[in-house]
Each structure stands twice: as structure tokens, then as C-alpha cells.
């Protein structure tokens, strides 16, 4: 799935490469989605993990970048895929939450909060929507891609967070 | 397209409904979901239009009110399918863009100029990645539903954008 995306994946091949039975794999994984999801979730986990340098804002934009890399290749492409198909296919729906997206946020919020403990993000924020204000803008740029997803839009995307968009307030 | 999403949309009904042949219909638009996003483009233009009243994170905080109701409706989830269908459909990606997303785009970009202009966003604020961060938002959330689209997370989206999620700086 990371190095060819969904269009070859069968649960033939995975077994070959496996060296276990299909019957095996059915047990575990009812669908090809949900065995694709599973495995890409682990697959990701190194490269898409968070630092903790004590500097959030350069860790999650260190993550970003990783985030924005992988969104570009052959598994971000697959993960749209099933995302895409998720809107119709309730199963599929329910196994993107559960063996995907809904660990990746945890691990978010563990960093965010982590973060807010330290006081480096205010105490009234709510950590659950930076997720989508970050990845979901990614997600949402590469879903319907009227704007390329570049360095320069995940910087932003730190840089407005942060600092917020007002402009500075002008002493009296 | 608004009031039953797009299950039992055909051209058959639309030109019915319309009092014209379905050739009329298929000379301006070649597909379904083109005739769909064109339609529901021009119903939503009055509901999702953006207030000027001189306080752009009021009209703003508005309009998005407005979007999350249109969103949870039927023609909201007939938009998710689109985009879901789109993500293995380069003829539907192409009409998406064209016929709805980059015209709501261009709507907000116009509206978040004119606040730049007057003082109210930072000069150095790149407007089209405040769509990806507002917008986006609720699209990450309605496409990958983990957490909800209520009106706090309304509110909390133009909170930590327009005055940013670090923790206010200690008078010396």
C-alpha cells in the first residue's frame, strides 16, 4: 500500500507475501480496507510520531512535514481512496475510525496535551479541534485539491495557529 | 439535491421537474453530478453569502454557523458523496472544482481580502489557507466523522485562528 496504493492490494498477495493462508487473514480482517488500514496504521507510525523537544511548535511542524510527505505518495493516495469510498460504505466508514484515523488523533491529543500542561497552549483551548484546523486543512487540500499542499501552507498552517491572524495590537 | 440528496436524482426527474427535454440537460451538463454541484451551487449562493458589517470575525463566525447547518442536511451529504465518489473519478474531481469548490472558495477569498485591507487579518496572512483551517475544518470532520460538527466547534474554529492558541505573554 506505501509503495504501490490500493489498485493491487488483494488479500492473495498479502498472504504470498505473509506466508499465512487466506482463511487467516479473514479471520482477522473482514475487508481488504480494513486489512490496508490496519497495516498502514503501523507502518506510519514511525515516521508520522511525535517529537517532544519541549518546543511544540516546532515538533508539530517537524510532523507536519513528515505528515504532508507521506499525504504525497502512494499510501496518502490509498488512505484518500478509502476515505473516498468511506461516504458510501458504512463498514468501511466504521474501520477507517477504528483502526485509523481515531489512533492518530489519540496520539495527537496526547502531544496537544502534553503541550497544554507545559503552558504552552492556552488553557481554554479545546486540543480535540487543532487536529482538524492542522491535519484536517492537509486532508481537506488533498480531498479536493483546489490548492496544492505545499511547505509553505503547512508553515502557515502552524504559523496562523500560534500566533493567530489579528494583527498586533497597537500600544497606546 | 437539497431536500433528498442525490440517491434518487436523475435526469430524468430533474428534466421533468424543469419542463425540458433531458437532451437540453445533457448539452450543458455531461453528467450527474456536474447538473448536481451547478444546482447546488447557485441554491446555497443566498444562505452561504458572507456579510460585510465591519467586523469580519462576526460575519465569519456567521456564515460558518450557516455552512454547518447546510452541511448536516441532505444536500450536504450528497456533497460528501461527491467528493468521496471523486477521489477515483477525474471527470467528477474536475467538474467538483470548477462547478462548486473553487467558486466558494473565490467567494471567501474575496471577503478575507477586504478584512485584510481594512486592518482586521495580519498583512503578512496568506487568506487561502484560512479556508483550509475554517472550511476545511468541517469537511475533515463531516467526511471522517470522530468528533461531531456542533456549534462550539464552530466558535472554536474562529477563536484559535483569529487570536491564536498561545498562552497571552507575561507582562514583565
Known amino acids: 500500500m506505501l509503495s504501490e496504493g490500493m489498485a493491487d492490494l488483494t488479500f492473495e498477495r498479502v498472504a504470498k507475501a505473509a506466508g499465512v493462508s487466506k482463511t487467516t487473514l479473514y479471520k482477522w480482517w473482514q475487508s481488504l480496507g480494513a486489512l490496508a488500514l490496519d497495516g498502514y496504521f503501523h507502518a506510519v507510525h514511525t515516521t508520522l510520531s511525535f517529537a517532544d523537544t519541549g518546543d511544540v511548535r516546532e515538533d508539530l511542524r517537524d510532523q507536519l512535514h513528515?505528515?504532508?510527505?507521506?499525504?504525497?505518495?502512494?499510501?496518502?493516495?490509498?488512505?484518500?481512496?478509502?476515505?473516498?469510498?468511506?461516504?458510501?460504505?458504512?463498514?468501511?466508514?466504521?474501520?477507517?475510525?477504528?483502526?485509523?484515523?481515531?489512533?492518530?488523533?489519540?496520539?495527537?491529543?496526547?502531544?496537544?496535551?502534553?503541550?497544554?500542561?507545559?503552558?504552552?497552549?492556552?488553557?481554554?483551548?479545546?486540543?480535540?479541534?487543532?487536529?482538524?484546523?492542522?491535519?484536517?486543512?492537509?486532508?481537506?487540500?488533498?480531498?479536493?485539491?483546489?490548492e496544492p499542499v505545499t511547505p509553505e501552507f503547512i508553515d502557515a498552517l502552524v504559523d496562523n495557529l500560534f500566533d493567530g491572524i489579528r494583527p498586533p495590537e497597537r500600544k497606546p
Open 66 to 146: 513528515h505528515h504532508r510527505r507521506v499525504m504525497a505518495g502512494p499510501g496518502g493516495h490509498a488512505l484518500l481512496e478509502l476515505i473516498g469510498a468511506a461516504q458510501t460504505d458504512p463498514d468501511l466508514a466504521r474501520a477507517y475510525r477504528a483502526l485509523y484515523s481515531s489512533g492518530r488523533r489519540e496520539l495527537a491529543y496526547q502531544r496537544l496535551t502534553r503541550a497544554k500542561e507545559q503552558g504552552q497552549i492556552r488553557e481554554n483551548v479545546d486540543v480535540r479541534v487543532l487536529v482538524d484546523q492542522l491535519w484536517g486543512a492537509v486532508y481537506h487540500r488533498s480531498l479536493i485539491p483546489d
